[in-house]
C-alpha cells in the first residue's frame, strides 16, 4: 500500500515594482490635475492694453485726474477689482491715487465730475462695460512724473490674476502757478507833475481885440 503527500502550491506574491508604479501613476495623474486646475484659475483673460501716451501740463497743489485704462460697452466681463498697481517715477513730492470712473472716461482734466457719475475707491469694488480707472495726481512742488501701465489684480468668476492694462504712459509736468504780469498800454500818469497851465478864452480874445487896436492906430498914423 503506497502512500503519497499532498504538496498545496504557494501564492505567488505580487511584484513590489507594479505596486510602485501603480502608486507614482496615480500621483502623477493627481499633479497634473492640480496643475491644470491652478492654471486654470491663475490665467485669465487678458485686459484690454494700448500704446497711447499721454503728456500734460499741470500747476502744483492742482489735482489732475489722467484717463488710465478704459473699456466700452463692448467689454462682456465684470470683473472685481482687488487692487490697482501705479508705476510712479518723480524726482519731487507727488501723490498719485488710483479711481474708478463709473459709466464714463476722461483724457486729462482737473474736474472729472462731468464725465463720470461717480468716482470710486478700486479695492475690492466691480468694474464693468463703460467704467473707466484713472489715476489723480496732486504735485506739492515743481516736478515730471512719468506713470507706467497699471497693473490690475482681478477675480473674474472662477479666474484670479494680475494683468496689464490701459495707456503704455503718462507724462506730467508741474509748475508753479505765477500769474503773468499785465502791461499797460499807456503809461500811468504821476499825479506829483505839474500840468501846463491852461490859457482862458475870455484872455485869448481880450489879447486878440487889443492887437487889432494897435494895428488900426498904426495904420491911421502912417496915413497922416
Not at 477689482?81 to 482737473?110: A, K, L, Y
Not at 479695492?123 to 467704467?131: H, L, M, S, T, V
Amino acid at each position: 500500500m503506497s502512500s503519497s503527500s499532498l504538496e498545496v502550491p504557494r501564492r505567488q506574491r505580487p511584484a513590489k515594482r507594479s505596486k510602485i508604479w501603480r502608486f507614482a501613476a496615480i500621483i502623477g495623474a493627481l499633479v497634473l490635475v492640480v496643475g491644470w486646475v491652478l492654471w486654470f484659475v491663475l490665467t485669465p483673460d487678458d485686459l484690454p492694453v494700448t500704446s497711447d501716451t499721454v503728456t500734460e501740463r499741470g500747476v502744483v497743489d492742482k489735482t489732475l485726474y489722467v484717463g488710465m485704462f478704459a473699456v466700452g460697452d463692448s467689454f462682456d466681463r465684470t470683473i472685481r477689482i482687488s487692487e490697482v498697481t501705479v508705476d510712479v517715477e518723480s524726482e519731487g513730492d507727488v501723490e498719485v491715487t488710483p479711481q474708478i470712473c463709473r459709466d464714463g472716461t476722461i483724457s486729462v482734466t482737473t474736474d472729472p465730475t462731468g464725465s463720470c457719475t461717480t468716482l470710486d475707491d478700486p479695492d475690492d469694488a466691480e468694474f464693468g462695460p463703460g467704467d473707466s480707472i484713472i489715476v489723480a495726481v496732486t504735485a506739492a512742488e515743481p516736478t515730471t512724473v512719468s506713470i507706467g501701465r497699471l497693473e490690475v489684480s482681478f477675480r473674474d468668476g472662477l479666474h484670479w490674476g494680475t494683468k496689464e492694462a490701459g495707456l503704455a504712459n503718462a507724462t506730467l509736468t508741474f509748475a508753479d502757478h505765477v500769474p503773468a504780469p499785465v502791461e499797460d498800454d499807456l503809461e500811468t500818469e504821476d499825479p506829483t507833475t505839474e500840468r501846463p497851465e491852461q490859457s482862458d478864452p475870455d484872455d485869448e480874445k481880450k489879447k486878440d481885440k487889443k492887437d487889432d487896436k494897435e494895428k488900426q492906430e498904426d495904420g491911421e498914423g502912417a496915413n497922416a
